[in-house]
């Protein structure tokens, strides 16, 4: 098996709501290396309308930072091979971008790539003129967990629209393994026949429930449609995100 990169998850203990505490993150962490995970971005989310003012940011930032340091510190000792990044889950509204609060967001290690995520009733059409108005500012979307708009499930074709301007799919592990019938499973297995799917990623939130697993889809994947497929998808394009080299 390849080395696993996760490029969204919540697992900075105390920043959002993932990880409650430094004991759930450094838990989260072991779940995730013994899954075979590699490198890891963490995304905590970055809602504007939850923040008072640009200082209340600002301190967001800071305990993300303090967290960051402290799982370096505990992946140094324990597991030198994992290599730790950080970014952030920006929730997209209208105006976020070109609010001067946007400039707090981080992108995914600090590239070119921004990991954004919709409300789930967003039309195609917002969606589109979004991705537009992310790269017209100079950074390349990572739609997250594009299986969750329902309108863009109902017409999947227009995913191919979305890629066409630039954006690149993420999809969440936990649907590749859950996802059994119904809309999202035709879904999925039209954007992995089309090649659309850019990346898998956990969005781990916890130990119990939403946990930083990816090994398991990655297999899913390479029996479905191949292990050069699952390899792009869990290592190549996000290891190449992280590292801010363009896919396209
Ligand atoms: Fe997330």
């Known amino acids: 098996m390849f080395e696993i990169a996760d490029i969204h998850c919540h697992m900075l203990g105390g920043v959002d709501d993932g990880a409650k505490n430094t004991d759930e993150m450094k838990i989260m962490l072991d779940i995730a290396y013994n899954d075979g995970i590699r490198h890891i971005c963490f995304t905590p989310h970055f809602k504007t309308y939850h923040f008072k003012d640009s200082d209340s940011i600002k301190a967001y930032n800071k305990l993300a930072d303090d967290q960051f340091e402290v799982a370096k510190e505990y992946a140094k000792e324990k597991y030198p091979d994992l290599h730790l990044y950080i970014g952030n889950e920006i929730m997209y509204h209208a105006g976020v971008i070109d609010s001067s609060d946007a400039n707090l967001c981080r992108r995914i290690n600090n590239g070119s790539y921004l990991l954004v995520e919709f409300q789930p009733e967003i039309t195609i059409f917002e969606m589109r003129n979004a991705v537009s108005k992310i790269l017209r500012k100079g950074f390349i979307p990572v739609i997250a967990h594009v299986e969750r ?51 898998i990623a956990s969005d781990a939130h916890s130990k119990d429930v ?27 394009n996000p290891i190449a995100i992280i590292n801010n080299v363009k896919l396209f």
């Open 149 to 199: 708009y329902t309108e863009l499930v109902k017409k999947p074709n227009f995913a191919w629209e979305l890629k066409e301007y630039g954006a690149l799919l993420q999809v969440n592990a936990s649907t590749v393994t859950k996802a059994k019938f119904g809309k999202t499973k035709a879904f999925l297995n039209f954007l992995f026949k089309k090649s659309y799917v850019d990346v």
């Open 210 to 236: 939403y946990k930083p697993i990816i090994s398991n889809a990655a297999e899913k994947i390479s029996k479905k449609y191949g292990e050069a497929t699952a390899k792009r998808v869990c290592c190549t």
